[in-house]
């Protein structure tokens, strides 16, 4: 009986080694996509606010329309500029 547990104790530890051998691989890999699959997931749930709120989009064509294409420019720079002192002062 005792030799039975000591073979089973010793089966355990490879398969823990193994185990924990797969799981650093498998966090290596995943790794190279874990940027991808951030932004993916941000467009979907980008997508599902515009789903949820169907008045977006009009609002953004009414915008442009209003606004006209020239002073776009200007409105999308701004908008730009806003962004960036955003993500600035999220990294502090």
């Known amino acids: 009986m005792n ?3 000591a073979r089973l104790a010793e ?4 398969l823990v080694a ?5 799981r ?4 290596q890999n995943i790794e190279l996509w874990r940027i991808p699959l951030a ?3 941000q467009g979907l749930a980008a997508l599902r606010v515009i789903k949820r709120n169907p ?6 064509v009414v915008l442009l329309v209003v ?9 999308v720079q701004r908008g730009w500029v806003a962004w960036q002192m955003v993500r600035g ?4």
Do not use: F, S, Y
């Open 3 to 5: 030799e039975k547990l």
């Open 11 to 14: 089966q355990r530890e490879r």
């Open 18 to 22: 193994l185990a924990a051998t797969q």
């Open 24 to 27: 650093t691989a498998l966090a």
């Open 39 to 41: 932004r993916v997931d």
């Open 55 to 60: 008045a977006l989009i009009v609002g953004g």
């Open 67 to 75: 606004l006209r294409p020239l002073r776009i420019t200007k409105w």
């Open 89 to 92: 002062l999220r990294r502090r």
